[in-house]
Every structure is written in structure tokens, then in C-alpha cells.
């Protein structure tokens, strides 16, 4: 007998990720059987009439809220477990899990959260509601064990490792965070550097933030021999991470870009977090890193220090590390999950 878990979604690729990766951790204990569910308001205008109803009662809220969202109740089961992550699926999370009686639980901040609509909030940040649990690292839709199989893959389709490689995802202005002239120069100065003593090609991937002119600078600066390819992220269907960390001896990736840092740590190889001179990041996010480093699951260092800078000894086997975090969570999300609990 499967758990019927209803998944919202609400078009942000990183929540859903979020969202997947934490049915993935239930799963592992939990037979699940998944419905997604877009959801969708009736209109655009009805944003107006959520902000009011979250001025009012729990009860209220909950009742204004239910007439905002298309749910066409006869195309799924009863859900026993509903999640979600991102603010444009709290309401309606909350709306279905009393409707169905079943157990909920959302992923993202506290703001505007009456605790009683969850049985669980999963947050980055410090627990203020009773139920809230607090993470240092978020569920992520990447496993040690799904980077082994898209190895496994690449390999079985004929692609062969030419060399030892290292990742290098890059961002750009954005996220809190400002990059000089200067600080592109050291960063591609660095990397060659680094492909020249340790004998390693990169891989590099662009972001939406990365400029036209930092591309092209990549492009002729970087030496051709020390590159085995250069790709933007999100431009195709496919997700590049999993291939990435499996083809990655290590990974460096900009701190603007935080969800796919995580991503890059809960893939199983080591992260390292690289910072501009300037930055704007909140006191919360440095925080965060700082946990990170402290748990010996990430290394960072300033883009100036990138080719001499020293790194953490990470935890080891890290696969291990972050399996007992995931069982960690699962046993704290069933202390207030009861029906998890007895399906468990």
C-alpha cells in the first residue's frame, strides 16, 4: 500500500525541485504514489484578494482563498500528504489539507504563516512557528546515488571521460552579489592556473546572469586546452546538473546562484562557493554558509584566492553525511506528520 502524495506546483523549477527532492527523501522510507497539481488562479487580479484575506483570521484566510484557485477534485485521489514550496502555493496547500483531512507540509519562509494551516514548515531560516524545522541544507532533487546513474548512463550512450574534469558554474551581477572587471580577469586567470597545475579541463556553465561580454571574454581568455565544454544552463529541456556533478571531479559555483549551490552539495562531490569582493548577500545567507562550512559540507572563497585559496576538509564519505541529514529530516518531519508516521 502507497502514501498518495500531491505535489503543487506553481511554475518556479526550484521550488518543484525542492518540493521533489523532499518526496524523494520520503520515499526512500515511504512507498509514495505522486500527483502533481499546477496551480492556478482564476485570475490575476485575485493576487489583490489573497494579500487581504492574509490580514484576517486563520479561519478566514483559508475560506477567501478557497474561491481563488481552479481545482478539478474529480482528476485525483484523496491526497494523504500534500507539499509544496514557494509562496503561490501556500494558500492552497493549506486549503486542500483541510479539505482532505491529510497531513501537509510547505517549504520557504515564515512570513505570513499562521502555523496551524501545516502540520510541518521546512525553513532556511530560524524556527519562530512551533512546527517549523530548520535546515541548513534544503531538499534538492539531486542524490549521490541519481549522480551515479546519469554517470551510468552517459556512459552506456557512449560518452567517454577525456581527462579528469572540474565544474565551474557561473552567474554574474545578481543574488546580491557584483562582479568587477578586474574579479572576471582573476576568475579566468584562476582557472587556467589551476587547469595547469592540476592537470584538469573544465567545465563550464553559464546562467541567466552571465553577460554577453563575460561569455565572449570566457571564450578567448580561457586556454582552449583547458576546456572541455563551455554550455548555458537552462536553455534546454534536459536538467545539466546531474550529468555535471557525475562528469565533476569537484564543483565551484557562484554564491548568487544559493538553490543550485545546494544542489551542487547534495549531489555527493565536493562544493566550493565562490564570493566577489562586493557583495550584498543578507545576513541570513551568510549565516547559512557558515553552517556549511562548519558541517564540513562546503568550502568558500573570495574570487581573488581562487587559485591558491585554501579549502575545507570535507566530511568524509560525504555520501554517508548527507544520507543520515536526509534520515535526520525524515524523522523530524514525522514527529509532526501523523499519518506519514503510521504509513512509516
Known sequence: MSLNALLLTDGVLSHTH???GLLGTISSSVALSIQDFSVQMHSNWMRGFLRKALTMTADESLSWAAHCFNWPACEYRKPDLIVSAGSETMLVNAVLARRYECDNIFIGGQNGIRGEWFNAVLTLDAPILANA????LPPSRLTPDMVNDAYATYRAEG??????CWAMILGGNGGGCHYSDAEWQMLIDGMNQLAKVHKIKWLVVTTRLTSGCVQERLRQDLKASYVESISAYGLGFDDPLPLLAARAERIYCGVEHLLILFDSIASGKPTLALLPECDTLNQRVHHLLKLLRQGRLLSTLKINELSFGRTARLALPLSEMLSRKHAQL????CSHCPNLANFS
Open 330 to 333: 525524515f524523522s523530524q518531519i
Open 159 to 164: 560518452g567517454r571521460p577525456n581527462g579528469v
Open 18 to 20: 525542492q518540493s521533489r
Open 133 to 136: 524545522i530548520a535546515m541548513t
